[in-house]
């Protein structure tokens, strides 16, 4: 079945700087790629997804980035703000099914 | 106001017993799934239903039974709870079919201790 894995488990910057989340994974006919945010002692909520028929996709400060060679997407969090400041998941939807695997999370903390 | 209904908000169990989670979603959606996030094994898919019917089976444990009474209800059975079954348990839910598919929304989640 799919994996995801996701890089950095914690990532601290400065406010206004930017913030990147690297995820890959494993199986070849995953299309769709989506990312949640976690805040603090609350459920997960959708930010951004990108589907494999294109390879960059942004949404005001949010950039994702597809590498389908290389099996890896990424998120880029431009001009942080401290309400950014979250548990960051990727995941996949693999080919065969409806249910989304997810990667272990990135805390990022966005310092003043 | 929430459009997916998770209860307990909190739950506490003894080794052994049986606890029922319960999962209502008012967002008009025909898929609903069961989630885990635990220290161990942060956010392990558990199951998917599409129409009431299972879809999904992630989970090895035959412990672990979903029940789906209404087609916006999926309640998780969970029996001879044991220590590892610690978890925050979270339900989703989305629509089947289309590119909206996808999109999952979470409910609150029910932080069960054994």
């Known amino acids: 079945g799919e994996k995801v894995e996701q890089h950095e488990s914690t990532l601290s910057v400065r406010e206004g700087d930017s913030a990147v989340i690297n995820c890959t994974y494993t199986?070849?006919?995953?299309?769709?790629f989506p990312w949640y945010k976690q805040e603090a002692g609350k459920s997960l909520h959708f930010v951004i997804d990108?589907?494999?028929?294109?390879d960059r996709k942004q949404s005001q400060r949010l950039i994702v980035l597809l590498d389908k060679k290389a099996k890896r997407f990424s998120l880029h969090i431009t001009a942080t703000q401290p309400e950014d400041s979250a548990i960051y998941f990727c995941?996949?939807?693999?080919?065969?099914?409806?249910?989304?695997?997810f990667g272990t999370g990135t805390t990022v903390s966005v310092s003043p | 106001d929430p459009k997916i209904i998770q209860k307990p908000k909190y739950l506490v169990a003894v080794t052994g017993s049986e606890k029922i989670l319960i999962c209502e979603q008012y967002?008009?959606?025909?898929?609903m799934y069961w989630y885990r996030q635990s220290a161990k094994k942060p956010l392990e898919f558990m199951f998917s239903?599409?129409?009431?019917?299972?879809?999904d089976n992630q989970t090895a444990s035959s412990r672990f039974q979903p029940q789906s009474s209404k087609k916006n209800h999926l309640d998780l059975q969970i029996t001879a709870l044991k220590p590892d079954d610690s978890a925050t348990y979270f339900c989703?839910?989305?629509?089947?079919?289309?590119?909206?598919?996808?999109?999952?929304?979470f409910g609150s989640g029910t932080r069960l201790t054994v």
């Open positions: 989703a839910s989305s629509h089947w079919g289309g590119r909206d598919a996808e999109t999952l929304y």
């Open positions: 995941a996949a939807r693999y080919q065969g099914g409806r249910a989304l695997i």
């Open positions: 990108i589907r494999s028929n294109v």
């Open positions: 239903y599409s129409y009431q019917k299972l879809m």
């Open positions: 199986d070849t006919a995953s299309s769709y």
């Open positions: 967002l008009g959606h025909n898929a």
